[in-house]
């Protein structure tokens, strides 16, 4: 089945600064791979996803690239502000069960002012 | 629309207690999957449910049972409860159909067996 790798598990940055958070996956067949954001207490919300027919995707101030070859995909953060920090979760669609997400264990943000 | 919702948001069982959870999905969606959420474990996929069937289900025990309602709501239960059952159950909502695969969450239930 899929599995799905995270790194780092913390980051620590400075406000403005840039903040990348990698992943990578097993399973050559998945074809989507969202980006979760969840603060503390709070649910997963969905920021940003990708499909497997796309390299690259932007939103603002978030990132998402994919490279297919190698099994990876991360996440982008720019100008990072406090309200960033979170713990952010990658996952990646199992190609074999329609909406079965399998998560990375999460990256832990912190953005300091 | 309204986003997805669970009852109850908190819960303190006894082992060997059965519990049930509710989820409604956004208006429209018809996909409803579930996942158990713990420090040691992180985020793991139990079942989803679409037009009241299930079409997958992850690596728990028998324990662990859903189902789905033609109105697309769904409920989870879990019989005879052990300590590691402790943990926030959130589930997600989705169109499910269409080449659609954006799943939004609930707020959880967080479950504590005593």
């Known amino acids: 089945g899929e599995n799905v790798e995270q790194h780092p598990s913390t980051l620590s940055v400075q406000e403005g600064d840039s903040a990348v958070i990698k992943c990578t996956y097993s399973d050559s067949a998945s074809n989507y791979f969202p980006w979760y954001k969840q603060e503390l207490g709070k649910r997963p919300q969905l920021i940003i996803d990708i499909r497997s027919n796309v390299g690259e995707k932007k939103d603002q101030r978030i990132a998402v690239t994919l490279n297919k070859t190698a099994k990876h995909f991360s996440l982008h953060i720019t100008e990072t502000q406090p309200e960033d920090s979170a713990v952010y979760f990658c996952?990646?669609?199992?190609?074999?069960?329609?909406?079965?997400?399998?998560f990375g264990a999460g990256t832990r943000l912190a953005v300091h002012p | 629309k309204a986003g997805v919702t669970q009852t109850p948001r908190y819960l303190i069982k006894t082992r060997g207690q059965q519990v049930t959870l509710s989820c409604s999905p956004i208006s429209g969606h018809r996909s409803v999957s579930w996942y158990q959420q713990t420090p040691g474990q992180g985020l793991q996929f139990l079942f989803e449910y679409f037009s009241e069937t299930q079409r997958n289900k992850g690596n728990f025990p028998g324990r662990f049972s859903g189902r789905q309602f033609s109105n697309s709501r769904s409920e989870m239960n879990v019989s005879t409860l052990e300590l590691g059952d402790s943990a926030l159950y959130l589930c997600?909502?989705?169109?499910?159909?269409?080449?659609?695969?954006?799943?939004?969450f609930g707020p959880g239930t967080r479950l504590t067996v005593t």
């Open positions: 996952a990646a669609r199992d190609s074999g069960g329609y909406n079965k997400l399998i």
């Open positions: 997600a909502s989705s169109s499910g159909g269409g080449g659609s695969y954006e799943q939004y």
